[in-house]
């Protein structure tokens, strides 16, 4: 679950303004899918040694975004669904080669098949000015699913 939030915190900072005066925020259109990847790092043990040498992983993932409902008063407040997909973890140290934990495994198998499933849930996010003012998320997602908050 860890994971998941830094995933969507990573995601979101990358789309909140925080400017003074007027913000604008994230400007989509309502009949498009916009397809993005993003990929990151996580060392664990980045204060002892080199770079090369690291322990971690690297996540990476699609990640299709789609405005859902923007205010028609146009007031830059919007409503957007944020779904990941094709989610792959590996070694962020490739030299390890034959001792990689990760070596032969699926992302399944090195993050469990329960959080995988709930990374590739959508999310839906409540964009104001373009700052994240709420986050939504269900276990199971269709128009009339009751949402529950993750933050």
Same mark, same amino acid.
């Given at each position: 679950?860890?994971?998941?939030?830094?995933?969507?915190?990573?995601?979101?900072?990358?789309?909140?303004?925080?400017?003074?005066?007027?913000?604008?925020?994230?400007?989509?259109?309502?009949?498009?899918?916009?397809?993005?990847?993003?990929?990151?790092?996580?060392?664990?043990?980045?204060?002892?040694?080199?770079?090369?040498?690291?322990?971690?992983?690297?996540?990476?993932?699609?990640?299709?975004?789609?405005?859902?409902?923007?205010?028609?008063?146009?007031?830059?407040? /919007?409503?957007?669904?944020?779904?990941?997909?094709?989610?792959?973890?590996?070694?962020?140290? /490739?030299?390890?080669?034959?001792?990689?934990?990760?070596?032969?495994?699926?992302?399944?198998?090195?993050?469990?098949?329960?959080?995988?499933?709930?990374? /590739?849930?959508?999310?839906?996010?409540?964009?104001?000015?373009?700052?994240?003012?709420?986050?939504?998320?269900?276990?199971?997602?269709?128009?009339?699913?009751?949402?529950?908050?993750?933050?």
């Amino acid at each position: 679950m860890i994971l998941l939030a830094v995933l969507f915190l990573c995601f979101i900072s990358s789309y909140s303004a925080s400017v003074k005066g007027h913000t604008t925020g994230l400007s989509l259109n309502n009949d498009r899918l916009y397809k993005l990847t993003y990929s990151t790092e996580v060392l664990l043990d980045r204060g002892k040694g080199k770079l090369q040498d690291s322990v971690g992983y690297r996540i990476s993932s699609n990640v299709d975004v789609v405005l859902l409902w923007r205010n028609p008063d146009g007031d830059d407040d /919007q409503l957007i669904q944020i779904t990941m997909k094709d989610v792959n973890v590996e070694n962020v140290n /490739q030299q390890r080669g034959e001792k990689s934990i990760f070596k032969g495994k699926n992302p399944p198998k090195i993050i469990r098949k329960e959080n995988l499933e709930a990374l /590739q849930r959508p999310v839906l996010l409540h964009l104001i000015h373009g700052k994240v003012k709420v986050i939504l998320g269900s276990t199971s997602f269709s128009p009339t699913s009751n949402f529950f908050f993750l933050l």
